[in-house]
């Protein structure tokens, strides 16, 4: 029950993060193709508006009982292909990047699949070192219940 009442905080923690980094990477995209770093008012809407179903998305793939016995790492590589599928109409859509430009896609394509093996790196380091300290504490716990 307290993971359905943490959902809420989790989508607006997925939406803020995955809004700024989107807002970053748009300044570093426009910069290398557009020579210029500035980001159009309707665009931040937009790019919040991707924010907002990328994050949805992966409170369904991380929450979804379907989900649940994967390994984390099949439940990361299933988010990252679902986001790209559902943020790929969007940037057609909204024009985000030039539709006949292969250099511009593949450049968004790979910096897309890059941030997600950084962060699903990050995700399978922390879960590890979570892994290591609840053992350790496991063990100390089972140690002082053998002296007591």
Request: aromatic letters at 12%.
């Amino acid at each position: 029950m307290d993971e359905q009442k943490n959902i809420p905080e989790k989508f607006l923690q997925l939406t803020s993060m995955a809004f700024t980094f989107a807002i970053i990477a748009n300044a570093i995209f426009r910069r290398v193709f557009d020579g210029d770093g500035g980001i159009l008012f309707h665009v931040i809407f937009q790019i919040l508006l991707l924010a907002v179903v990328n994050s949805g998305i992966s409170l369904f793939v991380t929450n979804a009982k379907i989900f649940e016995r994967l390994l984390t790492l099949w439940q990361l590589i299933i988010n990252m292909f679902a986001c790209l599928a559902a943020t790929i109409p969007l940037v057609i859509v909204f024009r985000l990047i030039p539709l006949y430009s292969p250099a511009a896609w593949v450049t968004f394509i790979t910096i897309f699949i890059a941030s997600f093996i950084i962060v699903s790196a990050i995700i399978i380091i922390k879960i590890k070192l979570d892994e290591k300290r609840y053992n350790r504490q496991l063990s100390n716990y089972k140690e002082n219940q053998k002296h007591d």
